[in-house]
């Protein structure tokens, strides 16, 4: 307990706890249904960040559904996206023909976001949306659409319910803002 304390007193204010994010992944789970009432959804689910939303996003879909999880790496234990993408060829499922819905944590940059639609479109999907749980009111280095989103952020650095500074944080049940402070020494 007193670990978790000390997670806690690192977080500057809390801007959406679990019942909070559960009563919108029920609106967001009940509008994704109905779209794809008469598909089969073929779900991406960016890891690590989106473990969590995934999990409980997916139990609220009562739909046939087939999931993969692909691993980019974006950035480096900074608060920016490095620009670069990296993927690991072999985790990249064959979306040919197929209801493609991705699914990641936040909408920052967006330079995750549209590495990873330019590639899954190369397959030839036969649609593709994008689910975030979070988007930022910010100027994008790259333009994205997410066509669902859970809630709009101010541009502060958000960590919890799967999201992480520097792999830290993840497990926390609620999604809050970072202390500056702790923005500012990034070898901790
Ligand atoms: P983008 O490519 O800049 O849009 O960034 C997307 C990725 O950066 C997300 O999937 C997160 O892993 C990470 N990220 C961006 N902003 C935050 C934040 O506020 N907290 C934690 N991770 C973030
Ligand atoms: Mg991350």
Redesign the pocket.
């Known amino acids: 307990m007193a670990y978790f304390r000390l997670m806690q007193s690192d977080i500057e204010r809390v801007l959406f706890d679990g019942p909070a994010i559960h009563k919108r992944l029920d609106e967001l789970a009940a509008q994704i249904t109905a779209d794809y009432s008469d598909r089969e959804l073929t779900v991406i689910a960016?890891l690590t960040?989106t473990l969590m939303f995934m999990s409980d996003l997916l139990r609220r879909i009562p739909l046939p559904l087939k999931l993969n999880c692909l691993s980019v790496v974006?950035?480096h234990g900074k608060t920016e996206?490095s620009g670069e993408i990296l993927f690991k060829e072999s985790s990249l499922p064959d979306v040919a023909g197929q209801d493609v819905l991705i699914l990641?944590?936040?909408?920052?940059?967006?330079?995750?976001?549209a590495a990873v639609r330019e590639k899954l479109e190369t397959a030839k999907p036969r649609s593709i949306r994008v689910c975030v749980l979070l988007s930022k009111r910010k100027q994008r280095a790259r333009d994205v659409i997410a066509d669902y989103i859970g809630f709009e952020i101010d541009n502060e650095?958000?960590?919890g319910y799967g999201?992480?500074?520097m792999e830290r944080y993840r497990n926390l049940p609620y999604v809050g803002v970072l202390r500056k402070e702790l923005l500012e020494q990034p070898n901790q």
Not at 104 to 113: C, E, P, R, S, W
């Open positions: 960016i960040g974006s950035y996206t990641d944590d936040i909408l920052d940059t967006g330079q995750t976001l650095f958000v960590v999201l992480d500074y």
